[in-house]
């Protein structure tokens, strides 16, 4: 079993055929995120959509707690899944669920800081609630939730896993790169691996970066 890849901030159509060369799982799409770096219009998202096969699943990363946006970007995009990356309540989730349906999947991210996960407490609930994968990541403060570029910590996402033992629905963010991805897997065998900045060269997806990271782990 390999883990599964997630290249985030997809802008470009050529970043999706990059994607598509290497047997990339998933490409992240952020749409709901203001000022965010790669934020994309219905327009955008429609165009990268028309532009992936089904083997590359597109999810919308988004901060977004308007369900009608969310709702509107999956009727104009192939969208597989919807990543949530704000502080969104299990009760917010339930309520995607029953308007978006099982089809779409949801990857829920938790937010870890000081070697603490923020929403611990709110794990079981989520799962109630039909949250299908996490995605754990380092948090700074509210104004750099994520693509920090930070590592977890190895003794951290291990005791996690020990106590909650859902490595197989989680994927790992924050300062995975072609180094460690390999070793990573070995000792906490998740379900995959969510990328952005190692995965770049002057800000965008680069051939030979991809290659190394896809090298060990393709899946």
């Known amino acids: 079993m390999k883990p599964k890849i997630k290249i985030c901030g997809i802008t470009s159509a050529e970043e999706i055929s990059l994607l598509q060369t ?8 952020w749409h709901g995120i203001p000022q965010g770096k790669y934020e ?7 165009h ?18 308007d369900i ?11 969208i597989k899944g919807i990543q949530f990356h704000g502080f969104h309540l299990p009760a917010f989730i339930k309520q995607v669920k029953q308007q978006l349906g099982n089809d779409i ?8 800081q000081n070697n603490r996960c923020v929403e611990s407490n709110l794990i079981e609930r989520y799962l109630e609630s039909g949250t299908d994968f996490f995605i754990l990541d380092s948090f ?5 939730i994520g693509s920090t570029g930070i590592r977890l910590n190895d003794e951290f996402i291990s005791d996690f896993f020990s106590k909650w033992n859902i490595q197989n629905r989680t994927m790992i963010a924050g300062g995975i790169d072609e180094d460690c991805i390999e070793s990573a897997f070995t000792l906490h065998q998740p379900f995959g691996f969510d990328i ?12 030979q970066r991809l290659s190394n990271i896809m090298a060990p782990s393709a899946s």
């Open 105 to 112: 999947k949801i990857f829920k991210v938790l937010h870890v």
């Open 22 to 29: 290497h047997n990339v799982a998933y490409a992240g799409l």
């Open 68 to 78: 009608q946006l969310l709702a509107k970007a999956c009727e104009h995009a192939k």
């Open 196 to 207: 952005d900045s190692a995965a770049r060269s002057q800000g965008v997806i680069c051939k």
């Open 40 to 46: 994309l219009d219905l327009l955008q998202l429609k």
């Open 48 to 65: 990268l959509s028309d532009s992936a096969t089904d083997a590359l699943q597109l999810l919308l990363v988004t901060m977004s707690h």
């Open 140 to 144: 700074q403060n509210k104004q750099q």
